[in-house]
């Protein structure tokens, strides 16, 4: 992994902008009438090795999101070994054929966005007896090459992952696109939770985790902010 990796931010820089990171969104949910801890800070170590996300666990940070199963196989597992209490995310698409390996290692999954991964992961939940909790990811910005479920299908697609597939469908998550105003879709992500029902959201990044915060983010995820520039290209 290291020869994709970022190189590593000193211990000490990875604790001050976590310090800094957590000021803002104690900031941002307090000047909203919110309790601070009602907002799970998902600290994103996708592009950075082993020796990043040790310097977060050393700092106190617990939770963490990673895009891509294979890159948090490599990582976790280890690290994990230290710290029952970790919490580990899985916030980036997930291939059908994947499902099996995502159930036996996130703790979260942020992006179940159709019917066929809806059965897998209920098939895989059964046969692992574990449950990790899930958000419906919703293309807000209906892009054709993002992942998530269209705005007007969202609603009835959890319900049913709720009521026909006893899915431990927690929350809605989105990613707005680079070039809209976010809180349009903040907005739009949380009043789609309220018509389902559900009390969770998954909203805002670096650029925009203070924002997401004062309108109702349950979880933020945020990885450059945290850990600097990732070394490697994306994928959407
Ligand atoms: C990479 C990623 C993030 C974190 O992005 P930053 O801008 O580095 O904070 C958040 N959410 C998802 C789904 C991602 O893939």
Redesign the pocket.
């Known amino acids: 992994m290291s020869e994709t990796s970022a190189q590593p931010k000193s211990a000490s820089v990875v604790a001050a902008n976590l310090a800094a990171v957590r000021g803002e969104i104690a900031e941002a949910a307090r000047a909203s009438g919110r309790d601070p801890a009602a907002v799970t800070l998902i600290a994103?170590s996708?592009g950075h090795d082993a020796a990043a996300a040790a310097a977060a666990l050393a700092a106190g940070q617990r939770v963490f999101?990673e895009?891509r199963v294979q890159e948090a196989q490599g990582k976790w597992p280890a690290l994990r070994a230290g710290h029952p209490d970790l919490e580990l995310h899985l916030?980036?698409p997930l291939q059908t054929n994947k499902a099996r390996d995502a159930v036996a290692l996130f703790d979260v999954i942020?992006s179940l966005d159709r019917d066929r991964l809806a059965d897998a992961l209920a098939a895989e939940m059964e046969k692992q007896n574990k449950r990790p909790k899930l958000f419906v990811q919703v293309n807000t910005g209906e892009e054709v090459q993002k992942a998530g479920i269209l705005p007007a299908e969202a609603v009835a697609f959890a319900r049913w992952c709720i009521d026909e597939k006893n899915l431990p469908v927690v929350g809605l998550m989105c990613?707005p696109p680079v070039d809209e105003e976010p809180a349009l879709h903040f907005s739009l992500l949380r009043e789609l939770a309220k018509d389902a029902g559900l009390s969770q959201l998954s909203m805002g990044?670096?650029?925009d985790y203070a924002l997401a915060a004062r309108l109702g983010a349950t979880h933020v995820?945020?990885?450059?902010?945290i850990f600097g520039e990732?070394h490697y290209p994306?994928k959407a």
């Not at 995820?221 to 902010?225: H, S």
């Open positions: 994103v996708k999101g895009n916030i980036g942020h990613i990044m670096s650029a995820r945020v990885g450059t902010a990732r994306e």
